[in-house]
Structure formats: C-alpha cells, structure tokens
C-alpha cells in the first residue's frame, strides 16, 4: 500500500476548532464534534468504543493529512457528553441510531473509522446500511474471545453487581493502570462518564459476537473497501489477525502500539488512513 507522507513532529496541533452539539436524533440527544472541511470530500465518521468518548481522537482530527475532509465524532449513547439514555441501549439501536445520524448530517455516504467496540458498531453498520457507508476503517475491532479484554471483565459478574460494585472497580484498575500506559489515562477520563448498565450491555453483546468467531468472515464480505488496522504488540489478537488473514481482509499493523494506534503512533496511523483513502479513490 502506498503511504502518504506526514510531519514527523510527535503532537499534531489542531487546524481546525470543532462545533460542539447536542442534537435530538430518533428521541435520543446525541453529542457531537464537528469539524469542517471540503464538502466534495466524503466525511470521516469516528466512533469510539466500549466506554470511551470522542475525545480518544484528538490526536489524529486535526492531522494535515485528514484535516481536508469534514470529520464527525459523536458520543454514543450511554457514553461520554452524551446525555445517559432512559434505559441502555444495545448495539443494534446504536447502529440504527447512527444510520439516522448520517442521513441528517452527511451530504454523502462517509467513511466509518471505528475503534474497538466502534469497529464492529461500523461493521453492523455497514451491513445493514450499504448505501451509508463509503468505506469502513476497523481499528482493533473485536473479531474473537481474545479480544474481550475489558468487555469480559465485566459479564464476568451479573448485571447487578456490575453495576452496583465492579464498574467502581474497573475505575479503580483502569486509573492504577493508566499510570504507566499513557492511553488508559484518557481512557480512564471518558470511562467515568459511562452508563454502567449501557457499559454491560454492550459488553454482553460484544462477548457474544466475538464467540461466534464469524466477524472476520462478514468483514470480508462487505461489499465497500475495507481495512483493518492493529495495533502490535499490544492490539488485535493473534487469532484476530490469524482470522483476518484467512478471510482475505485488507489489513495494515501499526506497531509500536498497543490497543489505541491513533493515540501511540498518531502520525503513522493518519499516514494508513490517508494511503488507504487514496487507493480506493476516496
């Protein structure tokens, strides 16, 4: 794969500054960064993952490699600025949710670039949705078991206890932890504003469809450009990038990284993204 070429000058300050909203979406309020650019460019659509917000991307929206394009950053519901909805919300209403999302606020199919538990809500996505999607980048996604680090910690325990005890816990684990790794910091920031109930529920499903060990297959089948991006050593599984080669997925490692590439290596992953978009002509 051709890779464009970028700054090397470790933090990359924003070029441009962000409308911040909350809109009403299909009855849910929906906070939003948005961040403009070219309209005859299709748009970057990031959705974070299981208990993070947008703001795990800030190093990379504002890249000169990226920053060209309008870039949408949305906090799920249940998670970040979000307002909490009235009972939590699993991943298909979040799919649908964000399927209406993009019919208000994008003039063309845009590019799903989703993180973790957001790569497979992209991949959900681009299933059911086609027509809405221009290319989706899956960054780390769950594809098997191996990957259900912090979903598995939590449906490790039932729902009440989860929610009354060990989603303090996994704050407490998450903030010691992130005193040596640089990406739980942020993590640890967005985690305390997470819905505990919408938290186990998303991460019940995501255990779920990671055991079927069919996500790599359906990523191959996506009829739009795909690819995967893994964060080595310390992102996607072994068995997932396994999985991924056997499917015939287009996949590019980011390394050193670990489960956040976009935070680790910003400028080497806005490189991948930007390569990527050239070759499929977007």
Known sequence: ??????????????????????????????????????????????????????????????????????????????????????????????????????????????ILVGHSMGGVIGQLLAEAHPESVAALVDVDGNLCSEDCTFSGRAVASDFDLFVDRNFRRLLERVYEDGLQQPALRGYYASLRLAQPETYYLNSRELVELSASGKLARRLAALEMPVLYIAGSPGGASEESVAQLARAGVRRVKIAPSGHWPFIDQPADFAEVLAAFLAEVGL
């Open 1 to 110: 794969m051709p890779r464009a070429v970028a700054p090397r000058t470790g933090r990359v300050p924003m070029l441009t500054a962000p409308h911040h909203l909350i809109e009403a979406t299909r009855g849910q309020q929906v906070f939003a960064r948005h961040y403009t650019g070219a309209e005859d460019l299709a748009p970057l659509l990031l959705i974070h993952g299981l208990g993070e917000s947008g703001l795990c991307f800030e190093e990379i929206v504002g890249h000169p490699l990226l920053a060209l394009r309008p870039r949408l950053v949305p906090d799920l519901p249940g998670y970040g600025r979000s307002p909490w909805p009235e009972r939590a919300l699993p991943l298909s209403e979040q799919v649908e949710l964000l399927a209406a999302w993009i019919a208000e606020h994008c003039s063309r199919p845009p």
